[in-house]
């Protein structure tokens, strides 16, 4: 049984009040809050275990590390992958999609050879490729995305072809809440000889992930927007293509042997992990993976699928709301904008009622740019939200929209 009550009741920060209200959390696509059960583990590798890993033969180093890659493989499970070898810890998404633009991009990509990614791309699905472009004269390609916000696949089947060597997307959109068809695009992709990479920032801390049954050759998604803390995130790659890629920073510890002349490499995954990683934050994801498989991933798609279409109803009945994104099948994020409001100003005064949602153009000035906006408001939803909440953020909206109205001498 999906206990959303006691859900609650595992995130201290929920008990806060933002001056004598009750916090309503809504701005989860940006970044999730921390069960106890996570701030616990971080506690407790600090108070018991801290020590730095895969270098000491003493206690502490031993049992650092054990932390440490036992979270390696809790995610790799998560993920449904048995390949710990091709599971990287990052700092999150951006860094993870750097990685392979860096250290499989800068090598493989050719003049005339191109990258297909998608118009409604999150910034760092989009800039590493163009820097990988401008590096090796390689072109971008985009697929469009149709009114209702979901991928014109016809067109992607036109402009996947001979000359793709990666085809890069968004697993679900951090705007329109749309789950795309990412394992259709690898099968597209592989037909052609060329790889999928799927951001799954917005997927992984949402919905049951196989990265197996995606069929995709990179995966990435970031901790902190799971449960988990900031500054850690993991690559998964198929480990004979990571194999064959470039190291993407140098330094201790992706190392085999080191001359003055050169280096040889570590074995996977350690030849992408230079430096003294975030061994605690990944210790905390493991945790905030044992709390979300405690859940159930089915069970977390289905509360936010109920509280996603609940929210949809209740806001399509403001009056001169618009809504973005398809009506069916979304993810728990709603993205809306009131006529002669900005966004800004919107979220503002909802956060005077306590409830936190952002606004902007949510890292996609491109997408902004196809919907024709500058920027939109925007609640996203986890596991702990409630119906009451999305209760309070619609009359929070019609309380704005009277407001804005009277200010601006419309009629409310
Ligand atoms: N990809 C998608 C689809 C995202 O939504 C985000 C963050 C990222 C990549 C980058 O993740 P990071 O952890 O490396 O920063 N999206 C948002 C957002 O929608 N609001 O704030 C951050």
Not at 56 to 72: K, N, P
Not at 188 to 208: I, K, W, Y
Not at 291 to 305: A, C, D, P, T
Request: one cysteine or more; charged letters at 25%.
């Amino acid at each position: 049984m999906y206990d959303v009550e006691e859900i609650r009741h595992h995130f201290p920060i929920l008990e806060r009040r933002i001056g004598d209200r009750r916090l309503v959390y809504l701005d989860n696509a940006a970044t999730s809050q921390k069960p106890r059960q996570v701030i616990e583990a971080l506690t407790d590798y600090y108070e018991h275990h801290n020590a730095n890993i895969h270098r000491g033969v003493h206690h502490l180093a031993e049992e650092a590390t054990v932390a440490y890659e036992a979270a390696r493989r809790k995610i790799a499970h998560f993920l449904d992958t048995p390949d710990t070898a091709g599971l990287v810890f990052t700092r999150g998404t951006t860094e993870a999609i750097n990685l392979v633009a860096y250290a499989w991009g800068r090598k493989f990509l050719r003049e005339g050879d191109e990258v297909v990614i998608t118009e409604a791309e999150h910034h760092s699905n989009l800039v590493p490729w163009q820097l990988a472009a401008q590096a090796t004269g390689a072109k971008l390609r985009f697929i469009p995305i149709l009114e209702d916000g979901t991928l014109d696949m016809e067109e992607a089947e036109r402009l996947i072809g001979a000359r793709t060597r990666l085809v890069g997307c968004i697993h679900a959109s951090n705007v329109l809440a749309t789950i795309n068809p990412v394992e259709r695009l690898a099968e597209l992709a592989h037909e052609n000889d060329a790889l999928m990479l799927v951001d799954g920032a917005q997927s992984a801390p949402h919905l049951p992930v196989s990265v197996e049954a995606l069929g995709c050759d990179f995966f990435a998604c970031s901790g902190h927007k799971m449960l988990g803390p900031t500054g850690v995130g993991v690559l998964w790659g198929k480990p004979e293509i990571l194999e064959e890629m470039d190291p993407f920073l140098g330094g201790g510890e992706m190392i085999r042997e080191v001359h003055l002349d050169h280096s040889t490499w570590n074995d996977l995954p350690y030849k992408f992990e230079a430096g003294t990683m975030n061994v605690a934050q990944a210790v905390g994801l493991g945790a905030a993976v044992d709390y979300l498989e405690s859940l159930g991933m089915e069970n977390v798609r289905e509360h936010e699928r109920r509280l996603g279409e609940y929210a949809y109803r209740r806001l399509s009945e403001i009056e001169d709301l618009t809504l973005y994104g398809p009506k069916r099948e979304r993810t728990g994020i709603v993205s809306f904008s009131l006529p002669d409001v900005h966004p800004h100003d919107l979220s503002q005064l909802l956060d005077e009622e306590g409830i936190a949602i952002r606004s902007g153009h949510h890292c996609t000035q491109p997408l902004m740019r196809r919907l024709g906006v500058a920027a939109t408001a925007r609640a996203s939803f986890y596991v702990y939200n409630t119906e009451e909440e999305i209760d309070a953020l619609a009359s929070a909206i019609v309380r704005a929209r009277e407001f804005f109205g009277a200010f601006s001498g419309a009629k409310p």
